[in-house]
C-alpha cells in the first residue's frame, strides 16, 4: 500500500483533509497498476493540488476535491495510468496558469495531450443551442478528439459535476441537466459505459424533472417494501438450482432504474405497475458454456415467456455487450427478466470501451491511444461480423468515432456539417451560393485565417462578404464540395461569356475604326450574311469569339467591309492599331503573361491566343521576339491612365547567406503592402545566396519603392527584376 502521507517529500502537513481521497485512489490503483505508475499518480496529485491550492468548489470544499473524484472515477473503470493523471491534471490549464508545455516536462507529451484535449471540449458548451442540434453536437465533441481517453475523462468530469449539482442555481442547474441527458449519456451508451450512464441519467433526470422524479421515486419505494421477501426468495431459489447442477454463480435481484422506467413509460406508453412489477435478475458464472447450460437450468425452473430470449452472445450489441437474455413467468405469475453472462462479459457491460484499454497488452505504453481505439473497434466488429450482424454496427459506432465529417459553428452557434477536408470557402457556398460567390475573407474563432483554411470540428466560422466581390479561379484548386465547385465554374463560365463580349466588342471597333467605321454604322443585313456563311446564330457569339482569341478581329472587320464600297488598302491594313487600352479589370479574358510578368508602366504587347483572350508580354520578353513576324496575332496595346488592380511581378535578390535574411526581406515587403506568392532559393557558394520573390504590386513606381527597401538592407548586394 502507498500512503502518499508517510513517503517523505510529500510536502503535506499531516492534517491534509485530501490525504484519505488520495489514499483510496492509490489503493484502487494497487490492484492493477505497477508501483512506479502509482508514483506519478502521486507526482501529479501533489502538481495539481499545488496548482489549485487556494481554490474552492461551489460546495465549500478544496478545489482538488473535484480532479481527484474525477480521477477516481476513471480508476473504477481501470484506465491506464496517463488517463488517471489527465483526470487530476484536468482542470489545471483551464483553471490555473499552468501552460501546457509545462505538462509535457512533468507529465510528457500523452498527458499533456489528454489534458488540453479535456480544455478544448470545456470551451465547447452547448449553451442556447437548438435542441434539434443535441445529436450534431455530440457528432462534433467525438470529431474534435482524436484520443478517446479525452472523452473518458470528460464524461467522469461531468459526473463529478453532477454529483455536487444541488448547489448550482435552478436555471443552470436545467440547462446542465439537460445537456447531460442529450450529449453526454448517449455518449457514454455509444462506447458502452453503462454503470456511468446510468447514473448520468439518473442525475439529470433527478435534475431536469424532479417533480416526475420524485413521484416516481416515491412509488418504487412503496413497491419495493412489498417485493422485498419474494426477491431474496427468487434469488436463493435459482442459487440453489444453479448449485444442485454443479454451476457455480453469483446470484442478484437488479432494479431498473428510475430513469429507464420513465423512459419506458413514456416510450411504450405503459404504466408505472406495467413496468415496474417485473423482477430482474443477473446471473455470472464463469464461462460462454456455463452461460447455455445455466439457462437450461432455469428453463427448466421456471417457464419461459415464448418470443423473449435474446442471445447477445452470439449476436452482440453494437457497443460490444454480451449476455443472454430472456424472461421467465416467475411464482404467482410475475415476470423475471434474466441476464446470464460470464464476469468479462459483466464488466463489458459496465464500462464498455474502458474494459478494452488495459486489456490484451503487457506494456501500456507502447500501443498508441488511437490505435487502441480501432482496435476495439476491431474486436467488436470481428465479433459482429461472425454473428452476421454488422450493418447497425457500421452505421452507428463506426461512423460516430472514426467521422468523415468536420462539424463547425456558425456564428449564431447552429451546427454545420462540412466533408472533411473542407476549406472556408465550402463553408460559405454551403450557407448560400450568393455568400460563396461574394466572400472576400474569412474569421475563424475570431481571428482573420485566409479563405484556403482547412476547417477543424468546433471552430466557430464567419464568413466577411463584399457585394462586389467575385469568385476567384484558384479557388478550385482547393475547394472540396461539389457545391462550392459547381458554383464556382458556374460563376467563371458566365463571367468569362460577359467580358469575352466586351472584349470582342472592343477589338472588332478598333479595327473598324482603321476604315473609319465603328460597329454602329455595320449594316445588319451585312452583319446577318457573315454570321450565316461562318455558322454563328448571333452577332454576340461572334464577339464572343473575337473576344476569346478564336477568331481575328482584322479579319472578321475586313469581311464586314469588304462586301461594302470600301476597299482595304494595303495601308490601311498596317496601320490597323489604335492601340487597345488595358484597363487591369477586364477579367478572365485578358491575363498577363508568366514568363514576364508585365505590370502597369511597362512597354507591352499583346497576344491573342485561341481560347484564352488576350495575353499581355512586356515588350523585351524573350517569348516575344520569336513570334513578331505573326503579325496578325499580334495587337498594340498600352496601359490606361489608371490601371487598378494588383498585378504580379518577380525580383531576384542576391544577399549573404545569413540566419533570418529571408524573413527580414519578407517583412519588409510585406511592410510596404505587397503580397508574396512565391519565394524560391538557390544557393551558390555557402556565402551568397540568391533568392526570387514572386510579389504583387500595383505599378512600376511600388514596385521602385519596394526594391529600394530591399537594397537598403545591408546584408544585400543586389536586386534586379526578373526577366522574361
Ligand atoms: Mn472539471
Redesign the pocket.
Known amino acids: 500500500m502507498v500512503d502518499v502521507a508517510n513517503s517523505t517529500n510529500t510536502g503535506l502537513s499531516a492534517g491534509d483533509p485530501t490525504r484519505f481521497l488520495v489514499n483510496d485512489l492509490c489503493a484502487l490503483l494497487e490492484t492493477y497498476l505497477e508501483p512506479e505508475q502509482i508514483r506519478r499518480v502521486e507526482r501529479a496529485y501533489l502538481f495539481s493540488a499545488q496548482a489549485h491550492q487556494g481554490q474552492k468548489r461551489l460546495t465549500g470544499e478544496p478545489y482538488i476535491y ?2 481527484l473524484a ?1 480521477a477516481q472515477t476513471m480508476a473504477e473503470m481501470r484506465m491506464d495510468a496517463d488517463s488517471i493523471i489527465a483526470g487530476i491534471l ?2 489545471v490549464i483551464e483553471d490555473t496558469p499552468t501552460a501546457k508545455e509545462q505538462l509535457v516536462i512533468e507529465f510528457g507529451q500523452d498527458v499533456a495531450d489528454l489534458v488540453d484535449g479535456v480544455s478544448k471540449l ?1 470551451h465547447l458548451t452547448s449553451e442556447s443551442r437548438a435542441e434539434a442540434q443535441a445529436e450534431n453536437f455530440r457528432k462534433m465533441m467525438l470529431a474534435m478528439v482524436n484520443d478517446l481517453r479525452v472523452i473518458m475523462v470528460k464524461l467522469a ?1 461531468r459526473l ?2 453532477m454529483r455536487t449539482l444541488r448547489i448550482m442555481p435552478p436555471e443552470k442547474r436545467r440547462r446542465i441537466a439537460r445537456e447531460t441527458l442529450e450529449i453526454y449519456a448517449p455518449i457514454a451508451l455509444r462506447l458502452g459505459m453503462n454503470t456511468l450512464r446510468v447514473e448520468l441519467e439518473q442525475l439529470g433526470f433527478e435534475a431536469l424533472y424532479p417533480n416526475r422524479y420524485r413521484m416516481l421515486d416515491n412509488a418504487v419505494k412503496r413497491s419495493r417494501g412489498n417485493r422485498k421477501e419474494l426477491l431474496q426468495k427468487i434469488e436463493a431459489t435459482i442459487t440453489g438450482r444453479l448449485q444442485a447442477a454443479g454451476i457455480e454463480s453469483r446470484v442478484f435481484g437488479r432494479e431498473k432504474s428510475l430513469y429507464s422506467i420513465y423512459r419506458k413509460m413514456r416510450q411504450k406508453r405503459l404504466s408505472f405497475k406495467e413496468v415496474f412489477d417485473v423482477f430482474a435478475m443477473r446471473m455470472i458464472v464463469k464461462d460462454v458454456d456455463t452461460c447455455y447450460r445455466a439457462l437450461g437450468v432455469i428453463h427448466n425452473l421456471y417457464k419461459p415467456v415464448p418470443g423473449r430470449f435474446k442471445d447477445y452472445i452470439a449476436i452482440p450489441k453494437a457497443n460490444g455487450y454480451q449476455s443472454l437474455h430472456t424472461v421467465l413467468f416467475g411464482p404467482h405469475g410475475i415476470p423475471i427478466e434474466a441476464q446470464i453472462r460470464t464476469e468479462e462479459m459483466d464488466r463489458v457491460a459496465q464500462v464498455g470501451i474502458a474494459a478494452h484499454w488495459l486489456y490484451k497488452t503487457g506494456d501500456n505504453s507502447s500501443i498508441k491511444a488511437q490505435t487502441r481505439a480501432h482496435q476495439w473497434l476491431k474486436d467488436v466488429l470481428e465479433i459482429q461480423q461472425s454473428a452476421g450482424n454488422s450493418q447497425e454496427f457500421l452505421e452507428g459506432v463506426k461512423a460516430d468515432l472514426f467521422p468523415d465529417e468536420v462539424f463547425v459553428f456558425t456564428p449564431a452557434g447552429e451546427i454545420r456539417q462540412l466533408p472533411r477536408g473542407a476549406t472556408a470557402v465550402d463553408y460559405a457556398y454551403s450557407v448560400h451560393s450568393d455568400v460563396g460567390n461574394t466572400c472576400v475573407a474569412v474569421k475563424i474563432d475570431r481571428r482573420l485565417a485566409p479563405l484556403s483554411t482547412v476547417l477543424q470540428s468546433g471552430q466557430t466560422v464567419e464568413v466577411i462578404t463584399a457585394p462586389s466581390a467575385r469568385p476567384n479561379p484558384t479557388w478550385l484548386n482547393f475547394v472540396v464540395t461539389a457545391k462550392a465547385r459547381a458554383n464556382i465554374r458556374h460563376f467563371l463560365k458566365n463571367q468569362q461569356h460577359e467580358e469575352a463580349i466586351r472584349l470582342g466588342q472592343r477589338l472588332l471597333g478598333r479595327a473598324l475604326a482603321s476604315y473609319d467605321l465603328d460597329i454602329g454604322s455595320i449594316d445588319k443585313t451585312q452583319i446577318g450574311s457573315l454570321l450565316k456563311d461562318i455558322g454563328l446564330d448571333s452577332f454576340e457569339a461572334l464577339l464572343k469569339d473575337i473576344g476569346l482569341g478564336n477568331r481575328m478581329a482584322q479579319l472578321v472587320a475586313r469581311r464586314l467591309v469588304d462586301s461594302g464600297d470600301k476597299p482595304l488598302t494595303s495601308e490601311r491594313a498596317s496601320a490597323a492599331g489604335m492601340p487597345l487600352a488595358i484597363l487591369g479589370t477586364e477579367g478572365m479574358v485578358v491575363s498577363f503573361a508568366k514568363c514576364c510578368h508585365p505590370i502597369p508602366g511597362d512597354p507591352i504587347v499583346g497576344l491573342m491566343s485561341a481560347g484564352r483572350g488576350l495575353v499581355i508580354h512586356r515588350d523585351a520578353c524573350h517569348n516575344v521576339t520569336p513570334h513578331r513576324d505573326k503579325l496578325d496575332k499580334w495587337i498594340q496595346v498600352f496601359w490606361s491612365q489608371e490601371p487598378v488592380g494588383e498585378f504580379t511581378t518577380g525580383i531576384r535578390v542576391q544577399s549573404a547567406n545569413q540566419r533570418g535574411v529571408l524573413a527580414a526581406l519578407a517583412s519588409k515587403i510585406s511592410d510596404e503592402g505587397s503580397n508574396i506568392e512565391n519565394v524560391s532559393f538557390e544557393e551558390r557558394d555557402g556565402i551568397t545566396t540568391t533568392i526570387t520573390f514572386l510579389l504583387t504590386v500595383n505599378s512600376r513606381r511600388h514596385l521602385a519603392r519596394i526594391m529600394r527597401v530591399i537594397r537598403s538592407t545591408p546584408e544585400v548586394y543586389r536586386v534586379q527584376r526578373t526577366r522574361g
Open positions: 473535484h480532479p474525477v484536468h482542470d470545456t468530469d463529478h459535476n
